[in-house]
T-cell receptor
Framework: AQKITQTQPGMFVQEKEAVTLDCTYDTSDPSYGLFWYKQPSSGEMIFLIYQGSYDQQNATEGRYSLNFQKARKSANLVISASQLGDSAMYFCAMNTDTGRRALTFGSGTRLQVQP | DVKVTQSSRYLVKRTGEKVFLECVQD?????MFWYRQDPGLGLRLIYFSYDVKMKEKGDIPEGYSVSREKKERFSLILESASTNQTSMYLC?????????????FGPGTRLTVL
């Protein structure tokens, strides 16, 4: 079984600053994928970034980067130059290669960007 | 663009009613999923389907059943709705294959059971 832990229920950040959202995971499967999704107040889930367990480099997508530390089993999301539109719930999730393809989600972090 | 649609954004039902939540995707995806989202708990998997007529229980299947008669449609059924099934329900789909293929989500159905 796999588990995702997000220990920050809520975070505040000033506009234009960088922010790190924490995510730790647990699995015994050597092959797995880590995902981050954004959920604005409208409710839709927006895919942000993906990191595979065998990827040598940290994933980046525009202002989003994933700080992947395999030995520590952490997959923190870094948002650079925060914008007001970044205010949302953020979910870390994972699946494994040998298990079902469904995602296991953390409890989420609510990010509020202040002007 | 992949589109996943859900039949209702908001639904109010009474205890004991049979409830159908419909999900349709237009990208010929093999895999489809139903999640339930509650505050502080994130999303939890109810049921999933790898292909037509195939279904498997997720982490919280009690009180729910599913149907997948056509590839594009995955229905979640509450046989006898109860107040503890008041929640946001999210459907998702993905193409089959490697685990790195992302899931695409529908807009969600907020169900209230009175």
């Amino acid at each position: 079984a796999q588990k995702i832990t997000q220990t920050q229920p809520g975070m505040f950040v000033q506009e234009k600053e960088a922010v790190t959202l924490d995510c730790t995971y647990d699995t015994s499967d050597p092959s797995y994928g880590l995902f981050w999704y954004k959920q604005p107040s409208s409710g839709e889930m927006i895919f942000l970034i993906y990191q595979g367990s065998y990827d040598q480099q940290n994933a980046t997508e525009g202002r989003y980067s994933l700080n992947f530390q395999k030995a520590r089993k952490s997959a923190n999301l870094v948002i650079s130059a925060s914008q007001l539109g970044d205010s949302a719930m953020y979910f870390c999730a994972m699946n494994t290669d040998t298990g079902r393809r469904a995602l296991t989600f953390g409890s989420g972090t609510r990010l509020q960007v202040q002007p | 663009d992949v589109k996943v649609t859900q039949s209702s954004r908001y639904l109010v039902k009474r205890t004991g009613e049979k409830v159908f939540l419909e999900c349709v995707q237009d990208m010929d995806h093999e895999n489809m999923f139903w999640y339930r989202q509650d505050p502080g708990l994130g999303l939890r998997l109810i049921y999933f389907s790898y292909d037509v007529k195939m279904k498997e229980k997720g982490d919280i299947p009690e009180g729910y059943s599913v149907s997948r008669e056509k590839k594009e449609r995955f229905s979640l059924i509450l046989e006898s709705a109860s107040t503890n099934q008041t929640s946001m329900y999210l459907c998702a789909s993905r193409i089959g294959g490697p685990q790195n293929n992302e899931q695409f989500f529908g807009p969600g159905t907020r169900l209230t059971v009175l």
